[in-house]
T-cell receptor
Framework: GQQVMQIPQYQHVQEGEDFTTYCNSS?????IQWYKQRPGGHPVFLIQ?????EVKKQKRLTFQFGEAKKNSSLHITATQTTDVGTYFC???????????FGTGTRLTIIP | NAGVMQNPRHLVRRRGQEARLRCSPM?????VYWYRQLPEEGLKFMVY????????ESGMPKERFSAEFPKEGPSILRIQQVVRGDSAAYFC????????????FGAGTRLSVL
């Protein structure tokens, strides 16, 4: 199956700084999804990208899908303490839709 | 408008006991997925079920683990003769099953094996 690598594994930022996490695959992906998991919580769906070069924004969050559909990024502008958590990218298999998750990036905010 | 309901939220078992984890999908959803998350790791797919059918169990360990989604009632993930390595968070997700449909996750069951 598809393998999805995610970097960095951890990121500590001062409140107000920007944050970016990257997701990479060795093979072309038909789609990429992003989830956020708060400490002790469950994954919450953020966005889905399907088109080459697609860019979507949600307030301070910007999601990109690479032109070759092998990589994706999530950028948060001016982080806030509510952004704390682990951000996962995931790919949905064609047909059965099971999700293959990236390794995640844990974001901590220094107030 | 209830979301995906999982119970129990926390489950403690001694080695050799059985663990039963339950998942009720969102209203209108007939597709259920189970994922396991080991401490400090990402989520790993275990099994995909529709009502009365196992569609894909490629992520399930060959022994001790089983899953069902009966015509009536919740989906059940059953772990027999638990071992310490089974300690993890088990998440259930449901969807309508359409192409690239969003999966909604339950709050999970945290299993601790003593």
């Amino acid at each position: 199956g598809q393998q999805v690598m995610q970097i960095p594994q951890y990121q500590h930022v001062q409140e107000g700084e920007d944050f970016t996490t990257y997701c990479n695959s060795s093979t072309t992906l038909s789609n990429i999804q992003w989830y956020k998991q708060r400490p002790g919580g469950h994954p919450v769906f953020l966005i889905q990208l399907v088109k080459s070069g697609e860019v979507k924004k949600q307030k301070r969050l910007t999601f990109q899908f690479g032109e070759a559909k092998k990589n994706s990024s999530l950028h948060i502008t001016a982080t806030q303490t509510t952004d704390v958590g682990t951000y996962f990218c995931a790919h949905a298999d064609f047909g059965n839709e099971k999700l293959t998750f990236g390794t995640g990036t844990r974001l901590t905010i220094i107030p | 408008n209830a979301g995906v309901m999982q119970n129990p939220r926390h489950l403690v078992r001694r080695r050799g006991q059985e663990a039963r984890l339950r998942c009720s999908p969102m209203k209108g959803h007939s597709h259920v997925y189970w994922y396991r998350q080991l401490p400090e790791e990402g989520l790993k797919f275990m099994v995909y079920l529709q009502k009365e059918n196992i569609i894909d169990e490629s992520g399930m360990p060959k022994e001790r683990f089983s899953a069902e989604f009966p015509k009536e009632g919740p989906s059940i993930l059953r772990i027999q003769q638990v071992v310490r390595g089974d300690s993890a968070a088990y998440f259930c997700a449901s969807s309508r099953g359409q192409r690239m449909n969003i999966q909604y996750f339950g709050a999970g069951t945290r299993l601790s094996v003593l």
